[in-house]
């Protein structure tokens, strides 16, 4: 752990080739690390004003003690914006290399900001506008010219038409010259409001909005299920017919030569491997029910097999491995169970309607039961019977016991040699695929909030998912560094949030963000997180507005 020495402020002069000496200025903290003092830039300050820099310097001269410059004459202490979760996020970003994917000028800081907005606050544009006005982000990011909403959605267009260049950078800070050899694949779909979608389409809706678009969203995460890159397709595109882009993207963008895809079953099928053995690529996926069904049938497989430790058949080339998860076995005896309980207690009351009501039609009751028998599934093992004006429920235990024969049963086929990977390995493998639906489920609807969407344009949308993926890799980050804390990666940014700057404000105008001591509670999130708070910041003063006043209810009297 590095241990913290100081911060200052530090001028070079250095001659250009026209002759002329020109200086820079530099906030630099020095810290001590293995036995060396490293310095490190917090902010360039050559472009700041020198009264700002003056009082940079004030404020470190006396940050042991800020009470002695509030009686410093020409000297004023303010309240500051919030520093502390938009610093921290800051920082992880940098350290993922996600400030430098996104570039230095005003569109990458642009870029950054909705990043971090998303990660504290997931609203609107116009709210991360009103996030910026409370939190020190100009200050933090270094953005020096103002913006509203609509420099936000247009930079949604610059984050669109630059994402294979952002994702190809991403890619190669965090890899090097190291190929991954595993790609986890899978998509979801997410709803839309409205109609004016461009991507929009009726499909497969996982979310359970009937009668609202959607549009469909494929996510390639590495070996570690750290994501590579996002994509979007139209809300009508088939889960098989997004494979085909990734196979190109890990070829011929990522330049990979021996490469596994992982994905879950109906996701490569035989179009999907065509197209993997073309690249010289090889997978991992599940077959369905009714092709376990065909390789019993056929000999291929037995029931004898399926056991809760891994065991493996080879045929012609492919490798099939079997298991049986008791646990799995379990839930789905337990979730039978409640079906025929849910049914009889319909049959209870039904029956109960029709002996207190003398012209009600047993005909109707009788339809009520078998449509709730049907959308539960359970047909095939339960079915109703009549006896005059009373209902009976009748369960056929041996075809109960045979639509329960594969209960916890599940295939893997691959196509990987065992001397590249074993069971074990293509087993635990395909388990990764929960990486995806983690991303997924904290990416839709536990923290990020990508849904529901209310942008318009294919770019915009575009733009919006790649926020979102982008503001999951420094989630991820910070998940994995509170893990020993007793909180959620939202209630440690909520409580980084609550530290605020002093503002040093000298006469003339020009000021600085002192940073004070963090209290406990959020000393032990950065310490965590490995994060160093500066002393003091530039404030940049950078006009933050929003096109759009608050309704008249909502104004403060």
Avoid at 120 to 133: E, M, T, W
Avoid at 196 to 225: F, H, P, S, W
Avoid at 365 to 376: D, H, N, Q, S, T
Wanted: glycine share 8%; hydrophobic share 40%.
């Amino acid at each position: 752990m590095p241990y913290y020495v100081g911060m200052h402020i530090a001028r070079a002069l250095w001659p250009s080739s026209n002759g002329k000496l020109y200086q820079s200025i530099y906030l630099r903290e020095s810290f001590r690390q293995d036995g060396k003092v490293k310095k490190r830039d917090i902010a360039n300050l050559t472009h700041c004003d020198p009264a700002q820099i003056a009082a940079i310097e004030l404020a470190l001269k006396h940050r042991g003690d800020l009470t002695v410059l509030g009686s410093l004459d020409r000297i004023q202490l303010q309240e500051g914006a919030s520093v502390g979760a938009v610093w921290t996020a800051a920082e992880v970003a940098r350290r993922l290399g996600l400030s430098k994917a996104l570039g230095p000028d005003f569109a990458g800081q642009l870029a950054l900001w909705q990043v971090v907005a998303r990660l504290l606050d997931q609203g609107s544009r116009l709210s991360a506008v009103r996030l910026a006005q409370a939190h020190a982000a100009c200050d933090v990011l270094g953005i020096r010219r103002g913006f509203d909403e609509n420099d936000l959605y247009e930079n949604l267009t610059w984050l669109s038409q630059h994402q294979e260049q952002i994702e190809e950078r991403l890619f190669a800070l965090r890899r090097g010259l190291r190929k991954p050899e595993l790609f986890l694949y899978d998509v979801t779909s997410s709803y839309l409001e409205g109609e004016c979608n461009a991507l929009g389409g009726y499909g497969y809706n996982r979310d359970g909005k009937k009668g609202k678009k959607q549009i469909v969203i494929g996510l390639l995460c590495d070996e570690e299920g750290e994501p590579v890159s996002t994509e979007v397709f139209r809300g009508n595109t088939q889960d098989t017919q997004t494979f085909g882009s990734q196979v190109r993207k890990a070829s011929q963008r990522f330049g990979c030569q021996r490469v596994t895809f992982v994905g879950d079953r109906g996701m490569i099928k035989s179009g999907q491997i065509e197209e993997l053995s073309k690249a010289g690529f090889h997978y991992i996926t599940a077959i369905t029910k009714p092709q376990i069904e065909a390789l019993l049938s056929g000999g291929v497989l037995q029931m004898a097999l399926f056991d809760d430790q891994v065991c493996q058949i080879q045929q012609e080339g492919l490798r099939y491995v079997l298991r049986r998860n008791p646990a799995r076995a379990e839930e789905m005896a337990a979730s039978r169970a409640s079906k025929q309980a849910s049914v009889e207690e319909l049959v209870k009351e039904r029956t109960q309607y029709l002996a207190q009501h003398a012209k009600a039609k047993a005909s109707a009751a009788e339809k009520k039961v078998r449509a709730k028998i049907a959308r539960l599934k359970a047909g095939a093992w339960l079915r109703m019977e009549t006896e005059g004006r009373s209902l009976k429920l009748v369960a056929d235990e041996q075809a109960r016991q045979e639509a329960a024969r594969l209960d916890g049963c599940y295939v893997l086929k691959t196509d990987l040699p065992e001397t590249a990977a074993s069971k074990q390995v293509v087993h635990d493998r395909y388990k990764d695929l929960t990486e995806v639906e983690i991303a997924f489920r904290t990416s839709k609807t536990a923290h990020l909030e990508l849904r529901p969407i209310n942008v318009r344009t294919e770019e915009h949308t575009r733009g919006h998912v790649l926020v979102v993926m982008l503001a999951y890799l420094i989630r991820r980050e910070l998940s994995r560094a509170w893990v020993g804390l007793d909180l959620t990666v939202e209630e440690g940014l909520a409580q980084l949030a609550t530290l605020c700057s002093m503002e040093v404000k000298v006469e003339g105008g020009a000021s600085c963000l002192r940073i004070p001591e963090p209290r406990p509670a959020s000393a032990a999130l950065l310490k965590a997180a490995s994060i160093r708070m500066p002393e003091v910041l530039p404030h940049l003063a950078t006009r933050v507005v929003t096109r759009h006043s608050l309704p008249s209810r909502r104004q403060l009297p």
